[in-house]
């Protein structure tokens, strides 16, 4: 809440979580949050990324804000919510994790400052997000655009460093850090979106939070 009583909003995504794993799980932080009132018939607008964020940033459906497969780029004719918030006086902050959240698919429209973890390294080679799935084997399409991309090399990398490492859990703890560092910056009300990615890969939560949701008789050795 800043000083005029403007409230801070801040839209955070938990990518691929369901409400109902969340209930068999300890979470106090989140039952606070939610301890004012939730909505229970909350309904994905889309099977997948793109055109679920399209909707929540502009409170349509796919037929209206037009993307899906065969254009997954964010551009449409309605101000979303970034856009609306930043014309009344906020500062806009978005960071994604998720790779079509990103700059490259037009997310970073009505953001004052946008940072994405695209999954690439180096900007200028081909990055995973934009290899197009095409109808061979799904590393020969990919091997065939890494060499017929102008930056070859960075390209390989890229793919590389994406398959080495996406299943590593240094998401949210990085995302947060930066989010904080920005916001130490920023007077008056403020806008965040963060995406959040750790239930699409693999996770090991630290203790004491496994110890305690292991089931009764399951070791870490097992649990693994």
């Not at 801070?8 to 109902?20: Q, S």
């Not at 590593?168 to 916001?183: H, V």
Request: proline share 7%; glycine share 6%.
């Amino acid at each position: 809440m800043t000083e005029n009583n403007t409230p801070d909003v801040c839209l955070v995504v938990l990518d691929t979580v369901r409400r109902k794993s969340l209930q068999s799980v300890s979470t106090p932080t989140l039952d606070s949050l939610i301890s004012g009132g939730t909505y229970h018939r909350a309904v994905a607008p889309a099977p997948w990324t793109a055109p679920s964020h399209a909707a929540m940033l502009t409170g349509q459906f796919g037929w209206q804000h037009g993307v899906g497969q065969s254009s997954q780029q964010f551009s449409p004719s309605v101000e979303s919510l970034p856009e609306a918030l930043q014309n009344c006086g906020y500062s806009t902050v978005g960071i994604s994790n998720n790779p079509y959240v990103s700059e490259e698919f037009g997310f970073d429209r009505g953001f004052d400052t946008f940072l994405s973890n695209n999954g690439a390294r180096y900007q200028s080679g081909l990055t995973p997000s934009a290899v197009v799935q095409e109808d061979i084997n799904p590393y020969l399409s990919a091997i065939k655009q890494v060499v017929t991309h102008n930056r070859p090399l960075l390209s390989a990398l890229n793919l590389l460093d994406h398959k080495l490492y996406s299943v590593d859990d240094r998401g949210a703890a990085t995302t947060i850090s930066k989010l904080n560092r920005l916001l130490d910056d920023i007077e008056g009300p403020v806008f965040t979106f963060l995406n959040l990615m750790e239930a699409h890969t693999t996770y090991w939560p630290p203790e004491p939070f496994r110890s305690r949701n292991l089931p009764s008789g399951v070791s870490d050795e097992v649990a693994r």
